[in-house]
């Protein structure tokens, strides 16, 4: 049962939120804003809209921190559920305004398949950022230094100091672990129930 303990700022911070703990909302946001902007910014694609999930995500979280479930994961995996279901739902309310819209001028419905999926790519998009961010820190320096510095595995082994085949395999480890993000949804998806609060 210890093994599944949340970790003990989880628990903390949780319990100051429940108090209503100023600090604690600015030692949140401080520790997850930028998770929480860049996951809902590529996802919607909008800097005003990413700007107003992240305000959307912490003002739920303050008003509601009793729905954080630590059985369910780290307060860094709620936050971020709670982030895409954000996300999801802006993206379907502007594709549903726009369809309106549309409507209203006589054009053409927007596609549902195509709704489904944006919504599909956003999702793997939001997996992908999350598997990024909490893979251990070899597998993400290697792949960083392969991918965004565009180093072989030859440089990126003398870069980190290891073997070429240490190299290998955390590249290979790292891939796989990002492969997951197109075969299996996120932890809370939308569908069905696309408008569900937060």
């Known amino acids: 049962m210890a093994d599944n303990?949340?970790?003990?700022?989880?628990?903390?911070?949780?319990?100051?939120?429940a108090r209503g703990e100023a600090a604690a909302l600015g030692e949140l946001y401080d520790r997850f804003a930028?998770?929480?902007?860049?996951q809902a910014h590529r996802m919607l694609d909008d800097e005003s809209a990413a700007d107003l999930v992240t305000r959307e995500v912490f003002g739920y979280v303050w008003e509601n921190p009793d729905a954080y479930d630590p059985k369910q994961g780290s307060m860094?995996?709620?936050?971020?559920?709670?982030?895409?279901?954000q996300s999801?739902?802006?993206?379907?309310?502007?594709?549903?305004?726009?369809?309106?819209?549309?409507?209203?001028?006589?054009?053409?419905?927007?596609?549902p398949a195509d709704l489904e999926e944006r919504v599909r790519r956003a999702t793997a998009a939001a997996r992908a950022d999350y598997i990024v961010a909490s893979m251990p820190a070899p597998l993400r320096v290697a792949l960083e230094l392969a991918y965004i510095q565009r180093r072989d595995y030859r440089q990126t082994?003398?870069?980190?100091?290891?073997?070429?085949d240490e190299a290998r395999r955390r590249l290979r480890l790292g891939l796989q672990l990002l492969s997951t993000a197109h075969t299996r949804p996120l932890e809370g998806s939308a569908p069905p129930g696309y408008g569900r609060r937060l």
């Open 5 to 17: 303990a949340p970790p003990r700022w989880d628990r903390k911070m949780q319990q100051r939120l």
């Open 34 to 38: 930028s998770l929480v902007h860049s």
């Open 76 to 85: 860094r995996s709620w936050v971020a559920r709670l982030t895409h279901r």
């Open 88 to 111: 999801v739902r802006r993206l379907l309310s502007t594709a549903t305004a726009g369809t309106y819209e549309d409507a209203q001028d006589g054009g053409d419905r927007a596609d």
């Open 157 to 164: 082994a003398a870069d980190l100091g290891v073997t070429e």
